[in-house]
């Protein structure tokens, strides 16, 4: 029997069918998983009227007020699809975005088709889109919804674009709705008209004026909603500097530290973390070269060479990468979650490159090109299927950031809220950590005294529980040295031990006592029978004692 030809609709399905099969497979793992309940699902989902009762009064609240420090209508409106028929169930919650996003790489294979790329080149490179595992974030966090909405419609965006024939056809218009859409889920898209910009330009061969003018209105709307971004995140504390010497020449810094961190991980994906440790001025060092070398030498070399497709990957990477690039200097400076759109650009390039050296090689080698680029695929799809392991629950997630990112003091102290009620040794242990990485954060104190306190309650026996209290009374007299020192005294006297030299220790380091105030503090409460108190004033001494009773 002779086989049926080849078609190019038959290999169309072929790869849509496997685009989709291996994106759900890839992350099934994180289906069956509960919700991250210590990593913002708990107010986004679980304790979110809006979310959980739909109403008129909620859909407008909605529309028309930020939510969570920022304003993502979309995002929002997305868990109406499950959550308030099945409840916030984090199985429910996972397989929605799992298929979500199938349809997401679906739109990528499309946008790669639409761009020239022959079946198989496009399947491999919405592959590498859609299984690297800085999408973990997205798909199995149910928080991350945000991105994978924001991607299927950059992707309709760009599709629309494509098809248009003229810059106020049908087509043109529903590609500026996309892109309104991508942006109301989450403001990463508001570059996105750049993008269709440089496509006109360096992949349309259209004139500059004219692909300018095309794209004016979306320009105007996304100017119009970085205003608006920009308000809200000041007033949410989400810009801010972090150092009162942190000027312009930091934040500089600090943005080509973050290009070319963010770029070798999206290469080289390893030690991914839901957090990361955070640049002060001085620890830069030769990241802030590094990042505007390599990308001016490969924007030179594309320009030298006329290579326009190597110049509209780096320039639309460029331009999707500007919102989290810290030239505005963000509270948090990486996220894995924040390159999701970005890679976008770097899977095209892909693609383009697996065609071009397989259009290069005649026959067996042109094969093995292809198979070179499918093992690349599949080992960014296994990195990914035992990231997506990571979050399946808390103790998984936090344990993993620590381990991959020790110097994220603000992971250890998620870990030591995560572990507080089972595993108290271990959370006061994570609580001094973080500690000891940001001596000068009250916060990290406060966590560090609930934890202790909730430790001496189970082993003294101490009732009714007053940790958490505890721990919000010392981050309110964080820096009120006789505030913090009527806290250690009132938990002295209702029995804790050990978690009272935290306010002690913190009111000492701001105010600090002579060593004959130290000593004679020593001898008032060995008098009382304290002797851990009296050996811990001793060690805040200069000097040994001068009692004999107290050598």
Known sequence: ?????RTPIRDDA???????????????????AGLLLSWDDRRFIVEDDLVLHPSWDAFVSIWTRPHFEAWHPIHLLSYWIDVPWLGPSGPVLHATSAILWAATCVLVLRVMRALGMPPLAAALAALAYGLHPFQVEAVTWATGRKDVLCAAFACLSILGHLRAQGPWDRWSWLSRLAFVLAALAKTAALPLPVVLLLLDVLHRGRPWKAALLAQAPSLAIAAGLSVVVARIWQGN?????????????????????????????AILPIRLSPLYPLDRPGTLGA??????????A?????????????ALVLLSYLALFLPVSNLLPLYWQRADRW???????LAI??????????????GRRGIAAHAVAAALVAALAGATVVHVGAYTTDDRLWSRAVSAQPGAYYAWIKRCEVLRDSRP??????????????????LRHGALLAAFAMKEERDLHLSPSRAILLGEAFMKAADDPKALRVIAGDMLRAGYRESMLVPLGRSLDIDPFPDDRLEKAALVQKGFGNDFLSEYYLSRMSRPPSDPSLR
Do not use: N
């Open 425 to 442: 040794s271990e959370a006061v242990d994570a609580c001094r950590k973080a500690v000891a990485l940001r001596p000068d954060l009250a």
């Open 14 to 32: 072929i790869a849509t069918i496997a685009v989709a099969v291996a994106a759900l497979a890839t992350y099934a793992r994180g289906i069956p």
């Open 298 to 310: 490969l924007l030179a070399a594309a320009w030298r060479w006329r290579w326009k497709r190597p």
């Open 349 to 362: 390039g892909f693609g383009w490159a697996v065609e071009g050296v397989a259009s290069r090689l005649p």
């Open 1 to 5: 029997m002779t086989q049926p030809e």
């Open 287 to 296: 990241w802030v070269v590094g990042g505007p070398v390599i990308l001016a």
């Open 237 to 265: 504390r989400m810009i801010r500097d972090w150092d009162p010497g942190s000027g312009p020449a930091f934040h500089a810094g600090l943005a080509s530290a973050t290009f070319l961190r963010q770029t070798i991980a």
């Open 339 to 345: 390159m999701s759109l970005p890679l976008l650009p």
